[in-house]
């Protein structure tokens, strides 16, 4: 199910080619960096992935698929709302030999829910921030997690609101409709615990809270 919402329409206009081409460069050169490598150490420290199976929603250009498959994940599922980035993804795992163990889905993970099968981890690396409906997409997305839940998201702080506020108008003046949020920390963690899911470790960032939780 490709995107119809705005939000999405702008993910695909802002995530585009281009963007997909100069992050894999850069990737490829430094590996994983930032937040990313350090929800990979903390997923890492909750055990072997070897054998498992991971759910990467809004990958980007799949550093956590790329890094998680080179340390035996058993299967993959991504989902992401840019067709330029699951394009760099697949072509990536091809070159790296384990594109036969993805399946790869364009389209609003709230929207595709319904025919995703529950895995064992599931990782959203600073996507959280990236959705105007934040309980839809936690909710929808900690109901598949068998084992691990691995999320990015922004600390809710005066400046990284007032950061936000300052992308979103530049985002305006630009014409698209993509919006960024600072969704509420403690509601993001209500709704993780209502389905089961309570914090193992977490580390922070000035901006960012990294967290991995299970269940």
């Known amino acids: 199910m490709p995107c119809c919402c705005g939000q999405c329409a702008g993910i695909e206009a802002v995530f585009g080619e281009r963007v997909a081409r100069w992050e894999l460069a850069r990737y490829r050169r430094r590996g994983a960096r930032g937040t990313t490598k350090l929800l990979l150490e903390l997923l890492r420290a909750a055990g072997s992935p070897a054998g498992r199976t991971l759910l990467d929603i809004g990958g980007g250009i799949g550093a956590i698929q790329h890094e998680l498959a080179a340390a035996g994940i058993a299967a993959i599922t991504s989902v992401d709302a840019s ?13 790296r030999g384990y594109a ?24 959203l690396d600073r996507v959280i921030c990236c959705y105007h409906d934040m309980p839809a997409l936690v909710g929808a997305s900690a109901a598949r997690t068998r084992q691990l839940y691995g999320a990015v998201y922004p600390r809710r702080t005066w400046w990284t609101v007032a950061g936000v ?18 969704h509420p920390p403690a509601e993001i963690e209500r709704i993780l615990a209502a389905a089961g899911l309570r914090p193992r470790a977490a580390r922070r960032t000035v901006i960012w809270h990294v967290a991995v939780y299970t269940r």
């Open 100 to 123: 036969a163990q993805v399946r790869y889905l364009h389209g609003d993970f709230t929207a595709l829910a319904p025919e995703v099968e529950p895995h064992d981890i599931v990782t």
């Open 165 to 182: 506020a300052l992308i979103n108008l530049a985002l305006r003046l630009r014409g698209t409709p993509f919006r960024t949020f600072v």
């Open 83 to 95: 067709p330029a980035y699951l394009a760099v993804q697949r072509a990536e795992a091809e070159r």
